[in-house]
């Protein structure tokens, strides 16, 4: 399998490259500068004719250069216009086959005599750009924030919202899938909420969210992609920035670097972070014959490094090798108390505590290299890219157990971990003409993970620890996938549709204690179809179809029981199943200038669905897993509004409510009932560079096949101010400055049993936030529209 996808990318790219039109090689370039000052006139106009016949038109730079390329011999000349000057037209000249560069040098233009009021005319993309499988935000268009991180842009997104830890959601589906510059998240980091705190805010220029994702994308946890696109350099500079915060929880300092110099380009960055937080819980669980009541404190600190660099080669304007590497240590320790109750008559009696002390830690290494390339007519385009990931891990605990405050059962808990994970994907895609548009691409992932677990039970009459055989194990987990995909796209007048299909095979295999526990391989075949029909320039109808998969994580498919908490003992379950899930949305957007809404209706229909299932035992403590356990059907419905009346202020809101039927024939449970979530979010930019933002994200019960669990209530408000230079940001960010703590509820019940859980979560956190801006400011060229025509 692997050699026949090489064989393919060589033919796929050979092809790529045969297409190419090697003619068209040559290009016209000048300057555009004002007769009277000798001035260079910026983002002018500029028009290229051949024979008389116009054939592309761009804007100057930033310091009046421009450059038009992909070009054949012939007669060409160039028209100037821009207002305040007069229109000028220059003499023809010629290209021959043997040139390469045809340069018309200095045009001088002559200012037009007439007295204007003072005028200023900003050039800027308008805030939301509606796509046939999503929209586009422009992140450019809203003031920046010092300290921000690509969470904190992602708020300000339509229909995606985002929960106090980072994780995302559109349409009432947290199956989103993070891409960085068009990479997976996990180049960047093990969890997409870690990676998108790694991309500062102020290098973001826009952001894509997709709601109807082709086969092009992962059948699995992918009910919607989410692309961040960070600045690219354009011109032989050198800058950067570096920043930090200070706040009640967590302190950190971060920088960038960006550098080209000709046909190279240099991006490094790094972020270090230490933080502290407080927590509790108390537990009520009740069974026929006990009621126990468990209260909780922790109390977690730790740090964590993100680094990385990546060194871009372009050969030529089409052909781009890129080579990354990535590093992301972290360290953390958890300490905890937990104070045990029996219950009678009302009355709490003392009947054991538990402190505990988990250390956790993580080092990752990622290797990744990548090709993009087109052809010179824009027709084709492909790209490869390969990632090679090493996280490793250290986890466990140490468990005392008291009674009459003596300590009488002592357990320590040792974890190491090891993967070596690789990604290999090759993309194609063809333009046939301004209709048609095929994409196919091939893709393999591998996963191996090695485990191995040690319990140490402490010996009193020995005064030592001795290795507990029983629960001791290694665990090891390898998965390969491979998958193929082809999509075409047909674009009419007012009609658009998107059809293909993803075949992905998946291949498993795991080992517990030195014996094989034959996990099944399973093939999966994905349609996707997708009609989108354009009702005039602001709105559109879409209709889409898909079928996605959920694979279970490896934490929940290790089966090695941990006894950290004393009343529950946790384990995977290694026969899991992937949840099966078809998907049916239709959705109206209208994007006006000053107003953005979009509306959709969905329906979820879920097959092996993965849950949590608390059976319990003898004395009161309860065994905890992960099963398939039936079907999870969700119809509902997702309303957002955007709405920038003017360039100072944008208020944005999502509203997703819908109605879920859990059921599970072979555990005879069925619950059912509506969640809802409400997202909103503001900006408004004062005078003298000051600007307020707020956000908030209000999320009700959220329900499960045994019970519920309530969800978040946060929000936050940032103040901000950016020196005169623009070089120079301080911010002053609040979350939750009104309620200290978060109290969520979560409550499970069964014919033998009821159990609620309060969970206490410190959210408050101020923070105040800086960031400098290094270097010169990058040469910019803000290209409004170019156009091809056939001579």
């Known amino acids: 399998m692997k050699y026949c996808f090489l064989m393919m990318t060589l033919c796929v790219f050979l092809s790529t490259s ?34 008389n016949k116009h054939i592309k038109g761009m804007l100057a730079d930033s310091i009046g250069r421009f450059e038009i390329q992909n070009l054949t011999a012939g007669i060409y000349y160039i028209r100037f216009s821009m207002m305040g000057y007069q229109a000028l037209q220059t003499k023809p000249l010629a290209l021959n086959n043997q040139d390469t560069v045809l340069d018309f040098g200095t045009i001088w233009v002559v200012p037009e005599q007439i007295n204007l009021k003072t005028v200023t005319i900003r050039g800027r993309k308008p805030l939301i750009e509606q796509r046939a499988d999503g929209i586009t935000f422009n992140v450019e268009s809203l003031p920046s924030i010092a300290g921000s991180d690509a969470a904190d842009v992602l708020r300000n997104v339509p229909m995606v919202a985002v929960d106090p830890n980072g994780g995302l959601s559109i349409r009432g589906s947290s199956n989103v899938r993070v891409l960085i510059d068009s990479k997976p998240s996990e180049a960047y980091a093990s969890s997409p909420a870690d990676a998108l705190k790694m991309i500062r805010g102020e290098n973001i220029v826009k952001v894509e969210v997709i709601t109807h994702p082709s086969a092009k994308y992962d059948a699995e946890g992918t009910d919607a992609v989410v692309n961040v696109i960070t600045r690219k350099i354009k011109t032989n500079i050198t800058n950067g920035n570096v920043g930090g915060d200070l706040g009640n929880r967590s302190k950190s300092l971060m920088g960038d670097i960006h550098s080209k110099n000709g046909k190279w380009i240099f991006n490094a960055d790094a972020f270090y972070q230490h933080y502290q937080n407080r927590n509790g819980s108390m537990l009520q669980r009740e069974t026929e014959s006990l009621h126990l009541v468990q209260k909780n404190e922790t109390k977690q600190s730790g740090h964590y ?24 240590p972290s360290d953390e320790a958890t300490t905890g108390t937990s104070s045990n109750y029996e219950v009678e008559n009302g009355i709490l009696t003392p009947s054991f505590q538990s402190n505990t002390r988990t250390p956790n830690n993580n080092k990752g290494n990622t290797f990744n290299v990548g090709y993009t390339g087109a052809s010179k007519n824009g027709h084709s385009e492909f790209s490869l890219l390969g990632i090679y990931l090493l996280p490793k891990s250290t986890t466990g605990y140490n468990l005392a157990r008291l009674h009459n405050e003596i300590i009488d059962y002592r357990e320590n808990f ?50 030592n620890y001795v290795k507990d055989t029983s629960r001791s194990n290694g665990f090891s987990y390898k998965s390969s996938i491979y998958a193929v995909y082809n999509n075409l796209s047909l674009k009419l007048k007012k009609w658009g549709l998107t059809a293909g299909a993803r075949y992905e095979r998946t291949k498993l295999n795991a080992v517990f204690k030195d014996g094989p526990l034959g996990v099944p391989s399973f093939d999966n075949l994905v349609p996707q179809i997708l009609i989108n029909r354009i009702i005039n320039e602001e709105s559109s109808l879409k209709l889409g179809y898909t079928m996605k998969i959920v694979r279970p994580y490896i934490s929940y498919l290790n089966p090695t029981v941990n006894k950290s908490d004393s009343l529950t003992l946790n384990f995977g379950n290694p026969y899991l199943k992937p949840e099966i899930t078809n998907s049916y949305q239709l959705s109206y957007t209208v994007n006006a200038p000053q107003l953005f809404k979009d509306i959709s209706i969905f329906f979820n229909d879920n097959r092996n669905t993965i849950e949590n299932i608390r059976t319990p035992l003898p004395g009161g403590v309860f065994e905890s897993t992960w099963k398939n356990t039936g079907q999870n059907q ?18 944005g809101a999502t509203f997703t409510g819908q109605y879920v039927w859990l059921k599970s024939p072979a555990l005879s449970i069925t619950n059912k009932g509506f969640m809802r979530e409400l997202v909103l979010n503001g900006t408004y930019k004062l005078p003298k560079g000051y600007s307020v933002y707020f956000y908030g994200f209000f999320d009700a019960r959220n329900l499960s096949l045994q019970g519920y669990r309530e969800g978040w209530k946060y929000y936050s408000m940032t103040i901000s101010k950016k020196s005169e230079n623009e070089r120079f940001n301080l911010s002053l960010k609040m979350d939750a400055f009104l309620t200290p703590y978060s109290y969520i509820d979560e409550e499970i019940t069964t014919g033998s049993f009821h159990q609620l859980q309060i969970f206490r979560y410190q959210n408050q956190n101020f923070r105040l936030s800086f960031s400098y801006r290094l270097g010169k400011s990058e040469i910019k060229s803000p290209r409004i529209r170019e156009f091809d025509n056939a001579d």
Not at 29 to 40: E, R, V
Not at 305 to 328: K, P, V
Not at 435 to 445: D, F, L, N, P
């Open 18 to 51: 045969h297409a190419q039109d090697l003619n068209n090689n040559s290009s016209v370039k000048g300057s555009i500068s004002n007769s009277m000052t000798g001035k260079a006139v910026p983002f002018a106009s500029v028009s290229l004719y051949k024979n």
């Open 305 to 328: 490094f993100f680094g990385g660099a990546n060194i871009f080669y372009s050969l030529d304007s089409l052909n781009t090798f890129n080579i990354g590497y990535r590093m992301r």
């Open 414 to 463: 040792s974890n190491s971990s090891s993967n070596h994970d690789f990604i290999i994907q090759g993309d194609y895609s063809k333009s046939f003409d301004d209709r048609w548009k095929w994409e196919t691409g091939i893709k393999i992932a591998e996963k191996k993970l090695q485990s191995e677990s040690r319990f140490d039970v402490y010996n009193f009459q020995n005064d």
């Open 634 to 651: 969700r119809l509902g419905l997702s309303a957002t509004i955007n709405w920038k009346p003017t360039s100072a202020f944008n208020l």
